[in-house]
């Protein structure tokens, strides 16, 4: 099963449709029970749909460390605002 990190590293190639089926399915399976990487492959998508270019090849570990810390701090800060 794919990490959070492989997970972000590969979205721009799965929303571009430049994956095999294998890895089209390990992101879709990971996605399926994994809350902040559906949350970042919906914002990706909205975010980067507006043709704005993405480079995969330029984030490094650092940076796929940075936007899942970043995701999982929304989805944290939504869910407190939603139970209050």
């Known amino acids: 099963?794919?990490?959070c990190k492989?997970?972000?590293?590969?979205?721009?190639?799965?929303?571009?449709g430049n994956l095999t089926t294998k890895e089209r399915f390990e992101i879709w399976l990971h996605a399926l029970w994994c809350y902040k990487c559906r949350r970042f492959i919906k914002y990706f998508r909205s975010v980067f749909s507006r043709e704005m270019i993405f480079d995969t090849e330029m984030l490094d570990e650092a940076s796929a460390d940075k936007i899942v810390e970043k995701v999982t701090s929304e989805s944290s800060a939504s869910q407190a605002q939603k139970k209050q």
């Open 1 to 3: 099963m794919l990490s």
């Open 6 to 16: 492989e997970v972000v590293k590969k979205t721009s190639d799965y929303i571009d």
